[in-house]
């Protein structure tokens, strides 16, 4: 007897050994399960692998984790809106964001407020040079749910114009320019096509009998064009003649302005840049100014507010002697400002 006990002692302890050995492995992965959290979407799930909810379950035990830094890693895995907040797509949104501001920028019928500065530096014939800055805000208005008023007054700040006072001799002055308007009706549903009629006006408000023409004139002007994904293209013609002006020379002139600029993506494009001018009074020689010229805007967000910036050089290979304009190198600033008028008046 006193040789059984130990054997029994010995047997039982086999015996438990193996019941213990023998206990399915998934006892430990059940007790951690205990105090999981329910299934969230986050990799929990009391159903195991082989679910029959389709998607395949991955445990925390099976990733040799407790369930305290399983927890972590589901808190620190980002969801599909931080995902989708960094995305590429946002990226290129935004640059297509920045175009669609330039073709409208780059649009005389836009349906954008914008303050055009416009710094000119022209080289004229006799070596001399004539600087301006243009002013020109852009406040279209809805009349209705199908026509708009293009409102283009042009403002010149400074015309520095040099003159003759001998032979050979030239003095420079500055002062104010004469003041000009554009009010053309355009419809608001033509689709890709810009259109727009309208008349146009001349004040003889300059400071200067060289900054000026002294003529009050008025003429018609227009715009057909067409904007496409890529690119815009168009003519935006004005004439006028003189009505009144005391005893300075009557005036009868052509402001032709094609347009014409390639989207490049990013707010970036390039087109072509000038104003062919023509003085209808003038002799054949002398009648006409046509440049050759290359443009290339930027439109760039400051803060909140989108700015367009545009460099451009410009060759006239038609030109009057003597004082006409040989050389233009442009600058133009245009910020966009929010629309004091909503809606439609009518």
Same mark, same amino acid.
């Given at each position: 007897?006193?040789?059984t006990?130990?054997?029994?002692?010995?047997?039982t302890?086999?015996?438990?050994l +193996?019941?213990?050995?023998? $206990?399915?492995?998934?006892?430990? +992965?059940?007790?951690?399960l205990?105090? $999981?959290p329910?299934?969230t979407?986050s990799?929990?799930?009391?159903?195991?692998?082989?679910?029959?909810?389709? &998607?395949? #379950? #991955?445990?925390?035990a099976?990733?040799?984790?407790?369930?305290?830094a399983a927890?972590?890693?589901?808190?620190? $895995?980002?969801?599909e809106?931080?995902?989708?907040?960094?995305?590429p797509?946002?990226?290129e949104h935004?640059?297509e964001?920045l175009?669609e501001i330039?073709?409208?920028?780059s649009?005389?019928?836009?349906?954008?407020?914008?303050l055009?500065?416009?710094?000119n530096n022209? @080289?004229?014939?006799?070596?001399?040079? @004539?600087?301006?800055?243009?002013?020109?805000p852009v406040?279209?208005?809805?009349?209705?749910?199908?026509?708009?008023l293009?409102?283009?007054p042009?403002?010149?700040?400074y015309?520095?114009?040099?003159h003759p006072? +001998?032979?050979?001799?030239?003095?420079?002055?500055t002062?104010?320019g004469?003041?000009?308007?554009?009010e053309m %009706?355009?419809p608001?549903n033509a689709?890709?096509?810009l259109?727009?009629?309208?008349p146009?006006?001349i004040f003889?408000?300059a400071?200067?009998?060289f900054a000026?023409?002294?003529k009050?004139?008025?003429?018609?002007a227009?715009?057909?064009?067409y904007?496409?994904?890529?690119y #815009? $293209?168009?003519?935006?013609? &004005?004439a006028f003649?003189? %009505?009144s002006?005391?005893?300075?020379?009557?005036v009868?002139q052509?402001n032709l302005?094609p347009f014409y600029?390639?989207?490049l993506?990013?707010?970036?494009?390039v087109?072509?840049s000038? @104003?062919?001018?023509?003085n209808l009074?003038?002799?054949t020689?002398q009648?006409w100014?046509v440049?050759i010229g290359?443009?290339l805007a930027?439109? &760039?967000?400051l803060g909140p507010l989108?700015?367009?910036?545009?460099?451009?050089?410009?060759?006239? +290979?038609?030109?009057?002697?003597?004082?006409?304009?040989?050389? @233009?190198v442009q600058l133009?600033?245009?910020? %966009? #400002?929010p629309?004091?008028f909503?809606?439609?008046?009518f």
């Amino acid at each position: 007897m006193r040789q059984t006990r130990p054997t029994i002692c010995c047997v039982t302890s086999l015996f438990l050994l +193996a019941l213990i050995g023998a $206990a399915p492995s998934g006892a430990g +992965a059940e007790t951690n399960l205990v105090d $999981a959290p329910p299934s969230t979407g986050s990799g929990w799930s009391l159903l195991g692998p082989g679910s029959t909810d389709g &998607q395949q #379950i #991955i445990e925390p035990a099976h990733l040799g984790l407790n369930h305290e830094a399983a927890v972590q890693l589901a808190q620190a $895995a980002p969801d599909e809106s931080e995902r989708a907040a960094v995305s590429p797509a946002e990226s290129e949104h935004k640059g297509e964001s920045l175009t669609e501001i330039n073709k409208q920028l780059s649009n005389p019928v836009t349906s954008f407020w914008s303050l055009t500065f416009q710094f000119n530096n022209y @080289n004229l014939e006799n070596g001399h040079w @004539n600087h301006n800055m243009q002013f020109q805000p852009v406040l279209p208005i809805s009349l209705s749910k199908d026509w708009n008023l293009i409102n283009r007054p042009l403002i010149p700040v400074y015309n520095s114009v040099p003159h003759p006072i +001998a032979p050979g001799k030239f003095r420079q002055t500055t002062s104010f320019g004469d003041l000009a308007d554009v009010e053309m %009706v355009s419809p608001g549903n033509a689709g890709p096509w810009l259109l727009a009629l309208g008349p146009t006006f001349i004040f003889p408000t300059a400071g200067s009998q060289f900054a000026g023409q002294g003529k009050y004139q008025i003429g018609p002007a227009g715009v057909a064009g067409y904007l496409a994904e890529k690119y #815009i $293209a168009g003519i935006f013609p &004005q004439a006028f003649w003189s %009505v009144s002006g005391g005893s300075r020379p009557a005036v009868a002139q052509l402001n032709l302005q094609p347009f014409y600029s390639y989207f490049l993506g990013e707010g970036y494009s390039v087109g072509y840049s000038g @104003n062919v001018l023509a003085n209808l009074h003038a002799s054949t020689g002398q009648m006409w100014t046509v440049p050759i010229g290359l443009a290339l805007a930027k439109v &760039q967000k400051l803060g909140p507010l989108p700015v367009r910036f545009a460099l451009a050089g410009q060759y006239m +290979a038609v030109r009057p002697s003597d004082f006409g304009q040989e050389w @233009n190198v442009q600058l133009v600033i245009a910020p %966009v #400002i929010p629309k004091l008028f909503k809606g439609s008046i009518f």
